[in-house]
Nanobody
Framework: VQLQASGGGLVQAGGSLRLSCAAS????????MGWFRQAPGKEREFVAA????????YYADSVKGRFTISRDNAKNTVYLQMNSLKPEDTAVYYC?????????????????????WGQGTQVTVSS
């Protein structure tokens, strides 16, 4: 599967952005999806994950209550709605996919377990 992330940009603190990740292929609905981010000089970190059924989600503590992950399997797209953005949210955001055939409610939070990655989209939050 190929992933294309979009929706990044420059926003003031307290603002909102919605990232999208469009996937190719007909089996998108059998992939658990995740969002990760990497700030300059830091390691890539987990942000949010969603099962392929959409019924299970998981968030990093740093974004819980501010970010919402969702997916539309008919459109082969996963979203990350980001509200109340902070300067520390500034990073390149990546989407990732991990095949979970037969496991519709599994979420994956570990970077190393993801098989496919998008190219990243820059999010910059000014103070």
């Amino acid at each position: 599967v190929q992933l294309q992330a979009s929706g990044g940009g420059l926003v003031q603190a307290g603002g909102s952005l919605r990232l999208s990740c469009a996937a190719s292929g007909r089996t998108f609905s059998s992939y658990a999806m995740g969002w990760f981010r990497q700030a300059p000089g830091k390691e890539r970190e987990f942000v949010a994950a969603i099962s392929w059924s959409g019924g299970s989600t998981y968030y990093a503590d740093s974004v819980k209550g501010r970010f919402t992950i969702s997916r539309d399997n008919a459109k082969n797209t996963v979203y990350l709605q980001m509200n109340s953005l902070k300067p520390e949210d500034t990073a390149v955001y990546y989407c990732a996919a991990d095949r979970q055939v037969g496991r519709p409610d599994v979420v994956v939070v570990t970077t190393a377990l993801y098989d496919y990655w998008g190219q990243g989209t820059q999010v910059t939050v000014s103070s």
